[in-house]
């Protein structure tokens, strides 16, 4: 193709400073073109700097790079000499255009696959090396003294030490409470501390129940999965809920359930391990199971305080983050842990644990709980 | 078409010419975890606006994916970590047992976030007018909207005293302050919206009550009469009274929607009325019943297609809106000349973090 091969063509022209419409002669060569209007006269333009905009269907529009408001349209048909210099229009933008719509998809589901596998288990490589004096200053920054709702006792506590020294005789949670609140439930905190609610302690028929229900909450603190389920909230909110409110929250949930579930899992078969070291039954962790399995087993709880909580519901979040595997698996779970002709013997005295289940009835100083949407 | 009395804008686009971009779009959404719907938004802005006219010519959509996607990774880092930091330490607080600072701290971010949404709707109308294109000629603003957003929180909280009477006057003083500050090439908008016209149908929303009453009684006599003659079985107990209870909550929503866009359609109608640029004045023909249909049609697409068919929803807006629109005067294209507006580099960012519309 020569290089001064003379391009000619009527196309219509905004010129981006005032609103008319021209209908100029384009003349020009395979690098740049004139307009040459009635009186006026403008260019040199380079083709390389035209940028295709849609347009409706037979006409062909472009604007040029950096001047707003300029545009040059070509009606009809474009001649072959012309079309081979003029870029064609952006379709889904960027890459897709240039490797097709289908393969995009395939690439980017990939990718979207491998950013969720990397925001679900990159929280799980990085707390460990987090120093744990950094949790423990957030855990005590976040969670302080709990406003005054732990309650004390002088032989409550007493009671509660000793269920903790058999448990975890070698110290992981830095302190374990009961507090004033009236669901049954229990916590892991960031910065290796435990509450157990009041409800829960008040509720347990047994101290082995309660002692099922602690060891699972030092399973949580053994494995950092406080910190870690807290960094993962955090990462996926940012990456994930951020981006599109509901394809995202959607992600998150399911996501917050399949990690939880393997952490629970976990935190049960640690809660089994400390009660067997410690010769504490895990049978009666099964029936507290049981028993807060809302519909499938109806609660014989006490009248009294089953109308306050749902333990049906509060079950089902028996930790700060957790969505829980279902009540019959780990009622299994606990009651096949059991060993055959083993005795066992309760984790407290009767008189310990009657001081341990008015822990907050019985103090006089604690301040009224509440329920926070936990 | 082109007969002289005809409207001086019209929509050209069709379902069939949507639906490539409308399931592409969802397509690529999808595989991306949502990020994509940056550029999804231009890609349907660009095909309704290009196939919107107005007089001789199409509108023209400049905007871009990367510049929303840039604006809404500002606003994260701008608004989004502070507040989740905060919320962080609210719950620390309210831990500690100082619930009363933490509800402080709420309503304190609470104000902000009022004042940002008044923000994010100035600047959205700002950011569109910026990149519609007609003619090579565009809109835009120079307010960057600050002002805006103490308006929007006073005359708000001012509406809403006095049980919520002077609502719709609000509403209009704020759409007047929006528009008095854009403009279109070099000309400004004026916008002169009065909200007394539509005020009655407002009043009807304090009817609502004292007919329900009304529809309650006779419903209980109904229901009572009949279940007697049904054989006098438990109150409530019959299925044709459970009927008429679902019947009866299906009919009170509907009123209350059927009086807030009969409120609705006068109070565009007469915001779009008192607007004017220049030579030109602009009007809004929509009826009652046309926006009845709309929203009703909007419902039968979505329940319809299992909620699938909301990917159509804003052709479906935009074409109601443009058909609807008319324009009056002249326009003398050598005086239309190119706005010198600044141009902002960050697209609806505000606007899509704390989802509120533009108009
Ligand atoms: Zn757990």
Same mark, same amino acid.
């Not at chain 1, 004033?180 to 669901?183: K, P, R, S, V």
């Given at each position: 193709m020569p290089l001064t091969e003379r391009i000619e063509a009527h196309p219509w022209h905004y010129?981006?400073?005032?609103a008319n419409r021209w209908t100029p002669l384009l003349v020009g060569d395979v690098e740049t073109f004139t307009l040459k209007g009635e009186g006026w006269d403008a260019g040199p333009y380079c083709w390389a700097d035209l940028i295709a905009l849609d347009a409706p269907a037979g006409e062909h529009v472009f604007g040029l790079k950096d001047e707003q408001g300029w545009r040059l349209g070509f009606p009809g048909a474009l001649p072959e000499d012309l079309a081979a210099l003029l870029p064609k229009p952006a379709r889904y933008g960027g890459f897709i255009d240039r490797i097709g719509l289908g393969r995009a998809s395939a690439v980017l589901a990939m990718a979207a696959a491998a950013v969720v596998f990397v925001g679900v288990k990159a929280p799980g490589w990085i707390a460990p090396l987090v120093p744990q004096s950094w949790e423990d200053t957030m855990g005590d920054a976040m969670a302080g003294d709990f406003g005054g709702r732990i309650c004390h006792t002088k032989e409550g506590t007493p009671a509660l030490r000793a269920l903790v020294r058999q448990l975890d005789p070698h110290g992981t949670a830095r302190s374990i409470e009961v507090a004033?609140?009236?669901?049954v439930n229990a916590v892991a905190l960031p910065g290796r501390r435990i509450v157990l609610f009041r409800g829960l302690v008040e509720q347990a028929e047994s101290p082995d129940e309660v002692a099922g229900v602690l060891g699972h909450e030092l399973g949580h603190v053994r494995h950092r999965d406080t910190l870690t389920a807290m960094m993962r909230q955090l990462g996926l909110s940012v990456v994930l809920g951020g981006m599109d409110g509901s394809t995202g929250s959607q992600v998150n949930a399911v996501l917050g359930l399949s990690f939880s579930r393997d952490a629970e899992h976990q935190a049960d078969l640690a809660a089994i391990d400390a009660m067997r070291a410690s010769g504490i039954s895990p049978v009666p962790t099964a029936a507290f199971f049981a028993r807060m399995g809302g519909e499938e087993a109806p609660a014989k709880a006490k009248g009294k305080a089953k109308s306050t909580t749902q333990p049906g519901r509060s079950i089902e979040a028996l930790d700060w983050f957790a969505s829980h595997p279902s009540s019959t698996s780990r009622q299994q779970l606990f009651a096949n842990a059991a060993e055959k002709g083993r005795r066992y013997r309760p984790a407290l005295a009767a008189d310990q644990w009657q001081a341990l289940q008015k822990i907050c009835s019985a103090d006089k100083a604690v301040k009224p709980g509440f329920d926070f949407g936990f | 078409m082109e007969e002289q009395q005809h409207s001086a804008f019209g929509f050209d686009g069709s379902w069939k010419g949507y639906a490539p971009i409308a399931f592409t779009n969802l397509l690529l959404m999808i595989v991306t975890l949502g990020i994509y719907r940056f550029w999804a938004t231009t890609r349907t802005r660009r095909y309704l606006w290009s196939h919107s006219r107005f007089i001789d010519d199409r509108l023209e959509w400049t905007g871009t994916g990367k510049e929303l996607f840039l604006g809404f990774l500002m606003v994260i880092l701008i608004l989004g970590l502070p507040f989740f930091i905060l919320q962080f330490g609210a719950r620390a607080l309210v831990m500690r047992g100082h619930a009363g600072i933490a509800g402080l701290l709420g309503f304190a971010s609470f104000l902000v976030i009022f004042y940002f949404v008044g923000i994010a709707r100035f600047r959205a109308l700002r950011y569109r007018l910026g990149r519609t294109y007609w003619h090579g000629i565009r809109g835009g603003s120079d307010d960057a909207g600050w002002s805006y957003g103490w308006s929007y929180m006073w005359k708000t909280i001012v509406g809403m005293m006095?049980?919520?009477?002077l609502v719709p006057r609000a509403m209009m003083s704020l759409w007047n302050e929006r528009w008095n500050a854009m403009s279109f090439g070099p000309h400004a908008f004026e916008s002169k919206g009065d909200y007394r016209p539509a005020f009655k149908r407002y009043l009807m929303f304090y009817l609502l009550p004292l007919i329900i009453l009304g529809c309650g009684i006779v419903f209980a006599m109904f229901v009572g009469v009949g279940s007697i003659m049904m *054989?006098?079985?438990?109150?409530? *107990?019959s299925p044709i009274g459970a009927l008429l209870g679902v019947l009866f909550g299906v009919g009170i929503y509907g009123l209350f929607l059927f009086i807030g866009l009969s409120f609705y359609a006068i109070f565009i109608r007469e915001a779009v009325g008192g607007l004017s640029l220049a030579t030109l004045t602009f009007a809004f023909d929509a009826s009652t019943k046309d926006w009845v249909k709309l929203f009703l049609g909007d419902i039968a697409l979505v329940i319809g297609t299992l909620g699938i068919g909301a990917i159509f929803l804003q052709y479906r807006h935009w074409k109601f809106f443009i058909t609807h629109l008319e324009a009056y005067g002249d326009i003398d294209l050598d005086r239309l000349t190119q706005s010198d507006t600044k141009l902002s580099k960050h697209g609806e960012g505000l606007l899509d973090a704390l989802d509120v519309g533009a108009f």
């Open positions: 010129d981006g400073r005032n004033n609140i009236g669901m | 006095a049980i919520y009477l *054989g006098g079985g438990a109150p409530g *107990g």
